[in-house]
């Protein structure tokens, strides 16, 4: 398994697999009443953090802590050596300097776990990078739809919404073109720039138009601090464009998956009704989370997926 | 004074029309005379066969940092760093702290460059008070005063307001001074820290288009036109801005322009690694672009290679991508990359290339430089081997900052020997700072 992870161009169709597999086995942990495995016992990681964020880092802390490593949590608040001036070369030196074996950083400078990587001898974990990349969250989005469809291999998936600032957008695209699904990018040309046609994807400006054919309709959360940027007139006009509303629910597939990053804007991109309909799988998108974190560190921290034997 | 007979190399002198082998003796500052094979006649030979004797080159766009940045770079360091490179002028940006729009600044960057004595320091002067866009700098004082102000540039930002560029190009006319664009239409290049395209999408980078480059191009070639003032444009960059000026000059339009070395030897591609030593403004482009100034530069549609000399600080640079300043150092690559990247694929030839580095940039800013180097002629003087390998190493760089992509990259072509007005500047590859003053 690879040292880093910074982007999902690195991964193979197999070795997402394996990936996913793995956290399928250590899915299992968590419905035991001793929630931990020994496996990373003696290890230590630690969540750098320069954005806030609170369900990702607490996610990539009770992974670790459940595969019994030392988890040490830096975030960049007006508390710390970074609020002091600190650099971040010299804020990675330290954690270096400390032993650390991981280092999961989330930054919201794009490619800054790029050059993390080349400072320290740690392994490093993109928890997500301005507007570049989320790994870790399209290969919980992956292993949530192999839950309900066997094969990716032709998975019809509408990418709904804001792609051009958003680093959920590009990890899943790559994820799910590597695994053989079939990508449409839905919004605005102000939200989806033509480049984004040369990932493999499809590009539309009609969610109408796609509603019948897709298995998966994952939406993109609306930034609303990108209102002054003039992107599109009005959160309403866009509800009414691109919004989930349950209308266009009842028009789709009724096996459909309904998915998104979080956190949500109930009532914009997605109608409070629809992210509690049977079809929405956010919740489980959560919990998957938790098990592909774990999975991660496991794999790249030196654990063993082959035989499964730490895990019994 | 001293003496010295350069031995047998080969004379490229495109102001005379002259590329032969010839021995030149200079003497009182001046070429004292050509000839096949001159008699030493007491001077100090110095044996340059094999070697290039062209006129000293002229650096249109040097970023020094004083006033205000003496870490960073000083004129006489800069000064050193372009002696090194070949250089016998450099024209310093006015963007320094504080902006150089008054002829108090302008005086004195002038007299340290007369200080420093390693090349003829000509300060550009600001466009605006404060390179702000909105009120006009001392421009007549500065044409006026001991720096002699020929080019006049917001550098560091476009002339956002047309109406404004258009006053300023108009007050302008009364010297016949130039008003040198960087062409940057902000609103559009917002927020951008790389070239807006395919890599740009991928790498979630928020771009910077070629349009914001080519509309004040267009917009300033036409005001150009409006009010007869001659127009400069920085360091161009795109495919699209190439055939601006190509037309523009096709139909008469007072307008030159420059390139960088960086813009023709590299492309967005450096920035997958993101490394903010190619963080540049403005962006390494595509390869369709890169690959348009090369044609730009060969057929005459570009007039000067000019480095944007941007020295920062480690600290300013050893960041997140997005967090760097843009800039890089260029005054010691710009010959080599020139010969590897233009001269020696065979895009241009090595007259061409010293019309590019020497002859087009002097002309455009008046000086007694670029040739031609015959009787009587000021003795600006650079000699090199067009084949010598060497590798970019920023220890050996007299730049005080190494923020360069090209730290370790081979490069062909050599900096034998600098003469400055007579004076041996560089001597075998070293500045000879000590014997100045």
Redesign the interface.
């Known amino acids: 398994m690879m040292k880093h992870l910074l982007s999902m161009d690195q991964l193979s169709s197999a070795e997402i697999v394996t990936i996913l597999d793995t956290a399928e086995s250590l899915r299992s942990v968590t419905d035991r009443p001793i929630k931990k495995l020994p496996t990373l016992r003696g290890r230590t990681v630690c969540n750098l953090f320069y954005e806030a964020s609170t369900r990702t880092r607490i996610s990539f802390e009770l992974a670790a802590k459940r595969l019994s490593a030392d988890v040490i949590n830096f975030s960049a608040d007006s508390k710390s050596s970074v609020a002091k001036g600190e ?3 010299d804020t990675a030196w330290t954690l270096e300097a400390m032993g650390v074996d991981a280092i999961i950083v989330r ?6 776990p ?2 993390l990587s080349q400072w320290v001898k740690a392994s490093v974990l993109n928890a997500g ?5 989320h790994p870790t969250q399209a290969l919980l989005d992956l292993y949530s739809m192999r839950e309900h469809f066997k094969d990716l291999e032709g998975l019809k998936v509408a990418i709904v919404g804001d792609v ?1 600032h958003s ?1 959920v957008a ?1 990890s899943n695209v790559k994820g799910l073109v590597t695994m053989g699904a079939d990508v449409i990018l839905i919004g605005p040309p102000t939200l989806i ?1 033509p ?2 046609a ?2 493999g994807a499809r590009i539309g400006y009609d969610l109408d138009e796609v509603l019948e054919e897709i298995d998966v309709c994952y939406l993109l959360r609306v930034q609303k601090e990108r209102q002054s940027e003039q992107l599109f007139p009005s959160l309403r006009e866009y509800a009414a464009l691109w919004g989930l509303d349950s209308r266009r629910l009842a028009r789709m597939k009724p096996e459909v998956l309904v998915m998104h990053p979080g956190p949500m804007n109930r009532g914009v991109e997605i109608g409070a009704d629809v992210s509690e309909s049977p079809r929405s799988i956010i919740l489980d998108q959560v919990a998957n989370g938790l098990a592909v974190r774990m999975s991660l560190l496991y794999l790249m921290l030196g654990g063993r997926s082959e035989d499964g034997e730490v895990f019994e | 004074m001293s003496r010295y007979l350069l031995r047998g190399g080969r004379v490229i002198d495109p102001a005379s029309g002259v590329d032969e082998r010839r021995d030149l003796l200079i003497e009182d500052g001046v070429v004292a005379s050509t000839g096949a094979t001159l008699d030493e006649a007491g001077a100090e030979v110095i044996d340059v066969a094999g070697a290039v004797v062209a006129p000293g080159l002229v650096d249109l766009h040097t970023h020094v940092r004083e006033p205000g940045r003496e870490d960073e770079e000083t004129i006489a360091s800069a000064s050193a760093a372009a002696a090194a490179g070949g250089y016998t002028a450099i024209c310093t940006m006015p963007n320094t702290d504080p902006v150089a729009d008054s002829a108090a600044i302008v005086e004195k960057v002038w007299a340290l460059g007369r200080e420093a004595g390693l090349v003829e320091v000509v300060a550009a002067g600001a466009l605006s008070k404060g390179q702000r866009g909105e009120k006009m700098a001392d421009i007549g004082e500065m044409v006026r005063s001991v720096a002699r102000v020929r080019l006049f540039t917001d550098d560091g930002h476009g002339v956002q307001n047309s109406l404004f560029a258009r006053r300023v190009m108009e007050y302008l006319v009364t010297f016949d001074a130039i008003y040198a664009e960087h062409c940057e239409d902000e609103a559009l290049a917002a927020g951008g820290m790389m070239h807006e395209g395919e890599r740009s999408m991928a790498l979630g980078m928020r771009g910077i288009p070629s349009e914001a480059e080519e509309l004040m191009a267009a917009r300033d070639i036409a005001l150009a036109k409006l009010t007869g003032c001659r127009l400069h444009l920085l360091h161009i960059s795109t495919a699209g801005t190439a055939e601006i000026v190509r037309r523009a000059r096709a139909e008469g339009v007072r307008v030159t322009a420059e390139a960088t070395p960086h813009h023709f030897s590299l492309t967005d591609a450096e920035l997958e690694s993101y490394d903010p030593n190619a963080k540049v403004n403005p962006p390494l482009r595509t390869e369709e672009d890169r690959a348009a100034i090369v044609r730009a530069l060969a057929d005459g549609t570009i007039d000067a290679i000019a480095t944007d000399h941007a020295p920062h600080a480690l600290e300013e640079k050893d960041v997140e991508f997005q967090y760097a300043p843009p800039g890089m150092v260029g005054l010691e690559t710009s010959l080599a990359l020139t010969l590897t990247e233009l001269v020696h694929p065979g895009h241009i030839s090595l007259t061409r290339a010293i019309e590019l580095l020497s002859v087009g940039p002097s002309r455009i800013l008046g000086l007694p430089q670029g040739g031609p180097l015959t009787s009587g002629d000021p003795a600006h003087v650079v000699v090199f081997d067009p084949d010598g390998e060497w590798t970019v190493d920023p220890a050996r760089l007299r730049s005080l900052c190494k923020n360069t992509p090209f730290v370790g990259r081979k490069l062909r072509g050599r900096v034998l020997h600098t003469f400055f007005a007579g004076r041996l500047t560089v001597r075998d590859g070293v500045v000879l700072a000590g014997e100045l003053v």
Do not use: I
Request: charged share 20%; proline share 4%.
């Open positions: 650099s971040f070369k930054h919201g400078s794009s490619g800054a790029h050059q990078d301005g507007q570049h990349e051009l680093r590009r720039p480049q984004a040369t990932w």
